[in-house]
Structures are given as structure tokens and as C-alpha cells.
T-cell receptor, first 110, second 114 residues
Framework: QQQVKQSPQSLIVQKGGISIINCAYENTAFDYFPWYQQFPGKGPALLIAIRPDVSEKKEGRFTISFNKSAKQFSLHIMDSQPGDSATYFCAAGSNYQLIWGAGTKLIIKP | NAGVTQTPKFQVLKTGQSMTLQCAQDMNHNSMYWYRQDPGMGLRLIYYSASEGTTDKGEVPNGYNVSRLNKREFSLRLESAAPSQTSVYFC?????????????FGQGTRLTVV
């Protein structure tokens, strides 16, 4: 009940396109769902996060869609840019425990 | 503005050796965390400290110990390193107790145990 499954493992998108990464969780007690962005040689940095009382959150080109009944959430990157090339991690948790997905390596082709 | 600083950045250990990974934050955060990152597995929580003076086990604590030296510093010790502990270790901090708030990460320590 503690797993967070993330897909795809890798993704190549043309510049200007939409990048979509999906995650599924099992534990219905989870109440915090962040997405982190990691560049090579750096630590992860928070990109955007959502709580289960809303179905969508948008910050600039980044949007989280959340489906509580399906226990799924996804990250959409609109107008993807080469600078968005990074590894993206979803996570889910509550209190002090955050369970992370395995990561998606995103490459934006110019 | 340093944020979260980890030392060392790289380390090679022989099996059975011990070492301490150091972490310091200058953001006056209450909570601090140690994670390990392995290929294809995301990050896993080793230990955390909700506030100065407290520490608790995370998902994968076996083989590790921690010390919250003061509000700024949180160290991770490997008493007898094993090849299975080869990983990238990240320290993180958050302003308030609980992971359901933004966590700020250091740049990581790449540890190889041979």
C-alpha cells in the first residue's frame, strides 16, 4: 500500500509540445502530492504540489491533474522547452513519510 | 545564500569502514531529512528529524544512524559500510514539521562502497 508507480520511465517531446507524466498511488491516507524536478548533479527541487481537495492546480506552464477516485495524478508541461529537460519525480505521502516514484527522464528536442 | 550544504560530495569506502555524512542548513528550518537515491527507485527516506533534539526512522534505516547536532546540522553515520549502501545520499530540510510542505535538498553525496 506504500507504492507510487510512475510512468513513463523516459519521454522525448518536441519543443513546444505537451509533456505528460503519470503517477498512481495506493494508500488512500496520502494527502500531499508534489512533483519534483531534478537536473544532473543537483538535488530535487519542488516544482508544484497538490492536495486531494482540488482536482487541478496550475502554475505557469505546469499543471497537476488529480483524480482521487482513481488514485492517480499527472503532470502536464505545456509548451515544453529544452530547459525543461530533466528528471521528474512524483511523490505522495502524509505527515513525515513521502513515498517517491521511480522518476521520468524527460528530453525536449529543439 | 547556501541553503542545504552536504559534505563530502564524493566518497569511496571499503566494505566495513565507517564514515559520517555531514549536512547543514542556513534557512532556520525545523525539520531535516536524509534520503538515498538509487537508479530506478526514486528517493527513499532513511531518517528524519522533525525538530531539534528528535530523530525517527524512515523507510530504510537499517545500517545507518543519525545525529541532530543542533538546529542547523544533521549527520548520517554508516558504522560498517556494505556494498548495498552504494548510493547517492541527499539531505533535505523543511521550514515546518511534516513532509507536506516544500523540502529543500542539498546537492548530494555520491558514495561507493567496494
Amino acid at each position: 500500500q506504500q507504492q507510487v508507480k510512475q510512468s513513463p520511465q523516459s519521454l522525448i517531446v518536441q519543443k513546444g509540445g505537451i509533456s505528460i507524466i503519470n503517477c498512481a498511488y495506493e494508500n488512500t491516507a496520502f494527502d500531499y502530492f508534489p512533483w519534483y524536478q531534478q537536473f544532473p548533479g543537483k538535488g530535487p527541487a519542488l516544482l508544484i504540489a497538490i492536495r486531494p481537495d482540488v482536482s487541478e492546480k496550475k502554475e505557469g506552464r505546469f499543471t497537476i491533474s488529480f483524480n482521487k477516485s482513481a488514485k492517480q495524478f499527472s503532470l502536464h508541461i505545456m509548451d515544453s522547452q529544452p530547459g525543461d529537460s530533466a528528471t521528474y519525480f512524483c511523490a505522495a505521502g502524509s505527515n513525515y513519510q513521502l513515498i517517491w516514484g521511480a522518476g521520468t527522464k524527460l528530453i525536449i528536442k529543439p | 545564500n547556501a541553503g542545504v550544504t552536504q559534505t563530502p560530495k564524493f566518497q569511496v569506502l571499503k566494505t566495513g569502514q565507517s564514515m559520517t555524512l555531514q549536512c547543514a542548513q542556513d534557512m532556520n528550518h525545523n525539520s531535516m531529512y536524509w534520503y538515498r537515491q538509487d537508479p530506478g527507485m526514486g528517493l527513499r527516506l532513511i531518517y528524519y528529524s522533525a525538530s531539534e533534539g528528535t530523530t525517527d526512522k524512515g523507510e530504510v534505516p537499517n545500517g545507518y544512524n543519525v545525529s541532530r547536532l543542533n538546529k542547523r546540522e544533521f549527520s548520517l553515520r554508516l558504522e560498517s559500510a556494505a556494498p548495498s549502501q552504494t548510493s547517492v545520499y541527499f539531505c533535505a530540510s523543511s521550514p515546518v514539521a511534516g513532509i507536506n510542505t516544500e523540502a529543500f535538498f542539498g546537492q548530494g553525496t555520491r558514495l561507493t562502497v567496494v
